[in-house]
C-alpha cells in the first residue's frame, strides 16, 4: 500500500519543503508514498483567484470561503480522511500517526488567515488537528510535520522496522537516553550498566530512566499509563 497524500493550500510551491530529504525525501523518490499539490486559487470564482473574505459578525482577518475550498475539496477528494491543521484541533499523537499511516489517501487542507469557514469543517466531516499550543502563519509547516512523523512509519522507510519501537509516546513514556563512543568525553561517562552486556539489567535500567524522565518533563503521560490500568 501507498500512501497517497494530498494537500490543498494557497502556496504550493512551499512543498515538499523539507519532506524531500533525508528518509521522507529517499522515500518520496522511491514511490513509497505519493505527494500531491492543489492550488486552491485555481478554483475561486473569480478572475483575482479570491479566496478569503471578512468574518461574518465582524472581527480582525479574513476567513476562507467555503464556497471556493468547497469546490477545490469536490474536484480532488479522492477518498480517506480530510485533515484541517488547526491550533483548535485535537492534539496530533503517536497514535494517531499510526493510524494515519495505515491509509490509502490523506487530504490535508493548510489554512491561511483567520481560519476556514465552520461549515466545511461540518460538511465534510474534517478533522482537526493541531501540532501544539500555539498560532503558525498558516498550516503548511504543521503539515509537513504532521506528514514527516506518518511516512516515517510507512512500510520499508525505516531500514530497521525495530527503530520505532522503542521511541518516544510508544508506550506513552519518554525515551530512555542514549550514548555512544566515545565512552570517555569531557570528563563525562557512558554509564557502566550499558558497557555491561547483560542486556536484561539493561533493559531495566532503561525502563527506569523512561520512567524517571517521563514524570519529570510530562508527568500527563503517566497519568494515561495509570487509567489504562
Known amino acids: 500500500m501507498v500512501l497517497k497524500a ?3 493550500t494557497i502556496f504550493p510551491e512551499i512543498f515538499p519543503g523539507f519532506l ?11 514511490g513509497l508514498w505519493q505527494l500531491e499539490t492543489v492550488n486552491i486559487r485555481d478554483y ?4 483575482h483567484g479570491s479566496v478569503d473574505d471578512t468574518p461574518c459578525g465582524g472581527g480582525a482577518g479574513m476567513i476562507m470561503r467555503p464556497d471556493v475550498l468547497g469546490n477545490a475539496i469536490e474536484h480532488n477528494y479522492e477518498g480517506g480522511k480530510i485533515i484541517y491543521m488547526s491550533p483548535k484541533g485535537k492534539p496530533l499523537t503517536q497514535a494517531k500517526v499510526k493510524e494515519l499511516s495505515k491509509l490509502e489517501n490523506l487530504t490535508v487542507i493548510c489554512g491561511r488567515f483567520e481560519g476556514i469557514d465552520e461549515r466545511v469543517i461540518e460538511e465534510y466531516d474534517i478533522e482537526e488537528i493541531s501540532i501544539g499550543d500555539y498560532v503558525l502563519t498558516g498550516g503548511e509547516q504543521a503539515a509537513m510535520i ?8 510507512l512500510p520499508g522507510v525505516l531500514g530497521n522496522a525495530a527503530s520505532t519501537e522503542n521511541e518516544s509516546f510508544e508506550d506513552n513514556l519518554l525515551e530512555y537516553p542514549q550514548y555512544t563512543r566515545p565512552i570517555s568525553w569531557k570528563g563525562r561517562e557512558v554509564p557502566e550498566i550499558l558497557m555491561s552486556g547483560h542486556h536484561e539489567n539493561i533493559a531495566k535500567w532503561q525502563k527506569q530512566q523512561a520512567l524517571q524522565i517521563t514524570k519529570e518533563r510530562r508527568p500527563d503521560l503517566l497519568e494515561k499509563i495509570l487509567d489504562s490500568k
Open 20 to 30: 524531500g530529504y533525508s528518509l521522507t525525501g529517499r522515500a518520496l523518490k522511491e
Open 44 to 47: 475561486a470564482f473569480d478572475k
Open 146 to 153: 504532521m506528514l514527516d512523523a506518518v511516512v516515517r512509519l
Open 6 to 8: 494530498k494537500i490543498l
